[in-house]
C-alpha cells in the first residue's frame, strides 16, 4: 500500500472552472509540502474524448502530483472526491485505498 497524504479522485479532463479549481488545489498540497496522487476516472458529463486540464496535465508532468492505477491500494490522510459527477458512472472496479478522512 502506498502512502499519500492526499488523494484526490476526480475527472481531470473538463476544460473550466472544475478543472482550474482542482489544478489550484493540487499546486497548493505541493506548495505545502504534501504528497499528492490523483485518481482520474470518467464521469458521465463529457461525452467525447477530452485530454486532461493543461494545468492538470503539468503538475503531473512535474512531478508535483502522481497520476495513480485506481486499481492500485493507497492510504491517505484525506481523500478528496472532486466532483459529485464522478459517482454518476461507477468505476468497473471498486476503488481500494484507505483513508483517515474522506470528503466530498
Given at each position: 500500500?502506498?502512502?499519500?497524504?492526499?488523494?484526490?479522485?476526480?475527472?481531470?479532463?473538463?476544460?473550466?472552472?472544475?478543472?482550474?479549481?482542482?489544478?489550484?488545489?493540487?499546486?497548493?498540497?505541493?506548495?505545502?509540502?504534501?504528497?499528492?496522487?490523483?485518481?482520474?476516472?470518467?464521469?458521465?458529463?463529457?461525452?467525447?474524448?477530452?485530454?486532461y486540464h493543461p494545468a492538470i496535465r503539468s503538475l503531473i508532468d512535474q512531478g508535483l502530483v502522481d497520476l495513480v492505477d485506481p486499481a492500485g491500494r493507497y492510504?491517505?490522510?484525506?481523500?478528496?472526491?472532486?466532483?459529485?459527477?464522478?459517482?454518476?458512472?461507477?468505476?468497473?472496479?471498486?476503488?481500494?485505498?484507505?483513508?483517515?478522512?474522506?470528503?466530498?
Open positions: 500500500m502506498i502512502d499519500y497524504d492526499v488523494l484526490v479522485i476526480a475527472d481531470p479532463r473538463f476544460p473550466g472552472g472544475t478543472s482550474t479549481g482542482l489544478a489550484a488545489e493540487l499546486a497548493a498540497h505541493g506548495r505545502s509540502g504534501y504528497s499528492s496522487a490523483l485518481i482520474a476516472l470518467k464521469g458521465s458529463v463529457l461525452k467525447y474524448p477530452h485530454p492510504h491517505a490522510r484525506i481523500a478528496i472526491f472532486h466532483h459529485p459527477m464522478i459517482f454518476s458512472r461507477l468505476p468497473a472496479r471498486p476503488l481500494r485505498f484507505k483513508a483517515d478522512i474522506a470528503l466530498l
